[in-house]
């Protein structure tokens, strides 16, 4: 499906999944459907499933957007708690559309538990309330994150799925690499068809420098590596580190869960010049989970002050991050709200498109890991690989299949769309305040 078919499909108030390879332009889309809406005064929720996501839309969590938080279930009691929350009511009674952007990392029981919110807000009898939802995401990216003995299940194994009419978009344009070699080596990991041939193209990268005017940006699977090149870019600054340290108090289960979950470290080092990302959404002050900039001060209380990637100026001071049960702070953290960006892990570069990168997937753990990673790159000349190892091009069989069947059902719904322009004024009329 092309680009401007799915734009189509949007239009027609049909619930969505839009799919497709990394770089088909699947963000593009969603943002001209959302400009689309905007210009007409539909309102529309903006989430994703991740902070970073969601700042490549100017969104926001699907979790706290809808309220659920952390929770991994609604009990009756959580459910009354939500629907008796002012803004979460107003938020509801307005909205008519719902975007979830990179849905691949999203707990199939958490879909479930957002169609439960919003059937509460709006018609219990209706899928997600009566919304037009539009998912948006690549299942052979990174798989939700699980701790202990959570389900990880993506999102079509949800109780909802089989259950909203759901139309498949699948992307078949390209638009982030034209490089052919590197289209066939993403390619062949995608289909699971890698062989000789896409390891040799690969290995001519192995510790080449990437073509680029930029320093690379390094991209590793695991935060201990990340740490340790921040922790050494760091170092290279000659002058005394500012120091600040996380707080807490509360129930000592919960707060462990808080480190454990929070983004900001439990000790802050920060030195003028500094790379920094912001790990915490805060609109007022113009900050979102995953803005970049640098320490270029600190001001009369000796918070730093950060430059962001768009010129802004900020004074980033402590955030707490809490756990509530029955409307009573069970546990409490406070920190400035950074931590240091040199490099990044693969798993928060998902959504990003880089013109070079230093890549290490020696200690790739998950399906889909190398395929993000090497996917952020527009060209092969402009990636140095310097490590890999044989779960880095392996994908998940089961979405394989799911994959094509997405495929087919994209291409019947291509040819069920004729006469599109009469039935999107018939929506638009239908939903227009």
């Known amino acids: 499906m092309t680009q401007s078919e799915a734009l189509d499909l949007l239009k027609l108030g049909n619930n969505v999944f839009l799919t497709g390879a990394a770089g088909s332009g699947k963000t593009y889309v969603l943002n001209q459907y959302i ?18 996501a969601a700042t490549h839309l100017n969104g926001m969590t699907i979790h706290s957007w809808c309220g659920i938080g952390i929770k991994d279930a609604l009990s009756d009691h959580d459910l009354s708690a939500i629907v008796g929350k002012l803004h979460l009511k107003i938020r509801f009674s307005k909205v008519q559309v719902l975007i979830i952007d990179e849905v691949s990392m999203l707990h199939a029981h958490r879909l479930d538990m957002v169609d439960q919110v919003a059937r509460a807000f709006k018609d219990k009898n209706k899928p997600f309330g009566g919304l037009q939802i539009i998912m948006c995401g690549d299942f052979f990216q990174l798989p939700p994150v699980t701790r202990g003995n959570e389900d990880g299940s993506f999102v079509y194994k949800s109780g909802i799925w089989n259950n909203m009419d759901l139309k498949i978009c699948y992307l078949e344009e390209q638009h982030r690499q034209s490089d052919r070699a590197f289209l066939r080596v993403l390619g062949d990991i995608r289909g699971n068809k890698v062989d000789d041939d896409t390891l040799n193209y690969l290995l001519e990268r192995y ?74 959404n805060n609109y007022e002050k113009g900050f979102v989970n995953g803005t970049l900039g640098r ?16 010129g802004r100026e900020i004074i980033a001071t402590p955030t707490a991050w809490t756990i509530e049960e029955e409307d009573v702070v069970k546990a409490e953290i406070s920190q400035i709200p950074l931590r240091l960006a040199w490099a990044i892990t693969v798993h928060k570069s ?27 790159v527009r060209t092969l000349a402009g990636m140095k690989l310097v490590g890999l190892n044989d779960m880095a091009l392996i994908v998940n069989q089961e979405v ?8 087919n059902r994209s291409e019947m719904n291509v040819a069920e769309g004729r006469d599109m322009l009469k039935k999107q004024k018939q929506f638009l009329k239908s939903i227009s305040p």
């Open 400 to 407: 394989l299949e799911m994959d094509k069947l997405f495929q």
């Open 35 to 52: 400009q689309y809406l905007k210009s007409h005064k539909i309102a529309v929720g903006i989430t994703a499933s991740t902070g970073i």
């Open 207 to 280: 510790n080449q420098e990437a073509q680029s005017q930029i320093k690379p940006t390094k991209l590793y699977t695991h935060n201990v590596d990340v740490d340790a090149i921040n922790d050494m870019e760091l170092a290279k600054i000659d002058e005394k580190p500012h120091t600040y340290n996380m707080t807490g108090k509360g129930n000592k289960d919960l707060l462990e869960f808080l480190h454990k979950s929070c983004l900001a470290p439990e000790h802050l080092n920060l030195k003028l010049g500094a790379i920094v990302m912001f790990v915490k």
């Open 350 to 376: 998902q959504g990003m498109s880089l013109d070079a990168a230093e890549i290490d997937l020696s200690k790739s753990f998950v399906p889909g890991m190398g395929y993000v990673a090497l996917s952020r």
């Open 295 to 310: 320490v270029i001060g600190y001001d009369d209380n000796d918070y730093p002050v950060i430059e962001a990637v768009s």
